[in-house]
């Protein structure tokens, strides 16, 4: 995906925001006794701005520490948030798109479970004349004007972070490496991006090959079941490639189970960096995690303030992340905050 807009650092965006919310609550708190925000909203000024978001589900750790991340934020900023969890489903997401369309919301955020299917809700949206925001998985809609910006990561890159680091670590090998991939949930973005990266990335030595790739649903127990089929269908396995902690979490359960040693017997590699998945890291049973930020929420509300008041905002705001080794997650996990 071709990509314009801005990388802002999540410190950068954070000091604007403050600046921002300052500066709007202030002007906010001689108008309203909730500090909302005087210059949003759609009637007087005196109104809080409403944003109706549409969340995954709770699928994971990072899901969790994202649906808190918004939810503090919008009370930081005066928001008032209609806050709908999809459980996984797209038809639930459009559901409550549609409801928020009805409840006349000031602006529609939501993280698209897929990447494809969204035209039409997005259209009544944009009649509707209610900004949408994307955040943390994007769409495939042809017609960019259906949405204001996208918040959010770099997929592509953080499955390319995952195979460059590999590459290197089996540079030595002189015999096949056998990888299996528990990838994200069917039709996501982040599953098909993450995917797509790491491919492209250990192209650069013939010896590392995926032998077994499927979907574990980004869930512990979608892990730990695929993980128990590849253990039976495959003799030998040298590295696991998970799309997200939660699944790496589950597989160690299947491959400790199955009397082999995570970490060593087989290199693990996954994606996110929540707690629970750095001190797997820490323990020496992840080998190296791609982090994906789920603090997206200070993010949003600032560009929703700005979409709400027809200002211009990028077209992607993407966060910079980073990566960890066993070393790495030590040192970070006493201030990790998810
Ligand atoms: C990535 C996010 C993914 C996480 C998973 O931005 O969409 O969904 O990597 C989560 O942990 O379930």
Redesign the pocket.
């Known amino acids: 995906m071709a990509k314009t807009g801005i990388t802002l650092t999540r410190r950068g965006l954070g000091a604007m925001l403050a600046v921002g919310l300052l500066a709007g609550g202030l002007a906010g708190c001689g108008n309203s006794d909730t500090g909302g925000d005087s210059d949003s909203g759609s009637s007087g000024g005196n109104s809080k701005l409403v944003i109706g978001f549409s969340q ?1 589900g709770a ?5 969790t520490a994202n649906t808190n991340s918004i939810k503090e934020a919008a009370t930081t900023a005066g928001y008032e948030l209609k806050f709908d969890d999809a459980q996984g489903k797209q038809e639930n997401q459009i559901k409550a798109i549609r409801n928020f369309i009805q409840q006349k919301v000031d602006v529609i955020a939501f ?1 698209p479970v897929v990447e494809s299917g969204w035209d039409t809700v997005l259209k009544e949206a944009k009649d509707a004349k209610i900004p949408v925001i994307l955040t ?2 994007a769409v495939d809609s042809a017609d960019k004007s259906l949405y204001k910006t996208f918040i ?2 770099d ?1 592509v890159k953080e499955g390319k972070l995952a195979g460059e680091w590999l590459v290197k670590e089996k540079s030595a090998a002189t015999g096949p490496v056998n990888i299996v991939e528990l990838q ?1 949930t069917t039709g ?1 973005a ?1 599953a098909n991006d993450r995917k797509k990266g790491f491919a492209e990335a250990i192209a650069a030595n013939p010896n590392l090959k995926v032998v077994a790739s499927q979907s574990g649903d ?1 869930t512990r127990a979608g892990g730990k079941q695929v993980m128990e089929q590849f253990l039976r269908a495959n003799p030998k396995i040298d590295v696991l490639f998970a ?4 699944m790496g979490l589950g597989a160690l359960e299947a491959i400790t189970a199955a009397g082999k040693t995570p970490g060593k017997d087989i290199t693990i590699i996954t ?2 960096a929540v707690k629970d998945g750095m001190q797997a890291l820490a323990d020496g049973k992840f080998n190296f995690i791609a982090e ?1 930020s789920p603090l997206l929420g200070p993010q949003l509300m600032d560009l929703a303030k700005k979409v709400k008041a027809g200002e211009e905002v990028p077209a992607r705001v993407e966060t910079e992340e980073t990566t960890f080794t066993q070393e790495q997650a030590k040192t970070a996990l006493p201030n990790r905050k998810y």
């Open positions: 995954v699928e994971s750790g990072w899901r993280s943390d998985r959010g990561s997929f994200g996501a982040p980004f799309h997200n902690d939660d994606v996110d994906c």
